[in-house]
């Protein structure tokens, strides 16, 4: 149990294209969905808490209009870079909080690696 | 404010050797947590141990153990007898705490730490 998704994989776009980055929890249900992004052989650092129903928090320094986010149900949260331009090519991944449980536990996507050419 | 430092950038070992990863962690709540994580080159975080800041008992998990030490705020890694499967990036990361002593969920990351175990 507690598997979540990422599509796509991977993705390659043009500079000035938008793409959409879809997690979803497969077999709970998530309030709250987080989204981290990795650049090469660094960590990982959160840019925004997705709330289901309500706007995401973003994080210092993350340009809540370039990313995009939608959390519309309860399995499914959505990511979107838009105008992405090179310096936006990085790992995403994202992951889920199990609603209701009553410890602190999140489940990791597989991630999605965009390159903006 | 909340810091986690993983001083090991890259650790090279030979199989069967054994190799301890350090974690050493940056916090003012009195509720936290701390996890490590497991990348491999495939990029997907596999999740390796949970403890709250309340369980300071060592905990053995096959060829894995950990040694959660609060005076010291430190949480290492050990790998007993490495394997060259064992190859990945390791991360260290502590939960951040919300209000009223909940959890937000953040999760603020060590630099990881790369293991190469050569056969």
């Known amino acids: 149990g507690a598997v979540v998704s990422q599509h796509p994989s991977r993705v390659i776009c043009k500079s000035g294209t938008s793409v959409k980055i879809e997690c979803r929890s497969l077999?709970?249900?998530?309030?709250?969905m987080f989204w981290y992004r990795q650049f090469p052989k660094q960590s990982l650092m959160l840019m925004a808490t997705?709330?289901?129903?309500?706007?995401?928090?973003?994080e210092q320094g993350v340009e809540k209009d370039k990313f995009l986010i939608n959390h519309a149900s309860l399995t499914l949260s959505t990511l979107t870079v838009t105008s992405a331009h090179p310096e936006d090519s990085s790992f995403y991944i994202c992951?889920?909080?199990?609603?209701?449980?009553?410890?602190?536990?999140?489940?990791f996507g597989p991630g999605t690696r965009l390159t903006v050419l | 404010a909340q810091k986690v430092t993983q001083a090991q950038t890259e650790i090279s070992v030979v199989e069967k050797e054994d190799v301890t990863l350090d974690c050493v962690y940056e916090?003012?709540?009195?509720?936290?947590?701390l996890f490590w994580y497991k990348q491999p080159p495939s990029g997907e975080l596999v999740f390796l141990i949970r403890r709250n800041s309340f369980d300071e008992q060592n905990e053995i998990s096959g060829r894995y153990s950990w040694n959660f030490q609060k005076s010291t705020s430190s949480f290492n890694f050990t790998i007993t007898a490495s394997q060259v499967v064992d190859s990945a990036v390791y991360f260290c990361a502590l939960s951040e705490a919300g209000g009223m002593g909940s959890n937000t969920g953040k999760l603020i990351f060590g630099q990881g730490t790369t293991l190469q175990v050569k056969p």
């Open positions: 077999d709970f249900q998530a309030t709250t």
């Open positions: 997705s709330n289901e129903g309500s706007k995401a928090t973003y």
């Open positions: 916090t003012r709540d009195t509720t936290y947590y």
């Open positions: 992951s889920a909080d199990p609603t209701g449980r009553s410890y602190n536990e999140q489940f």
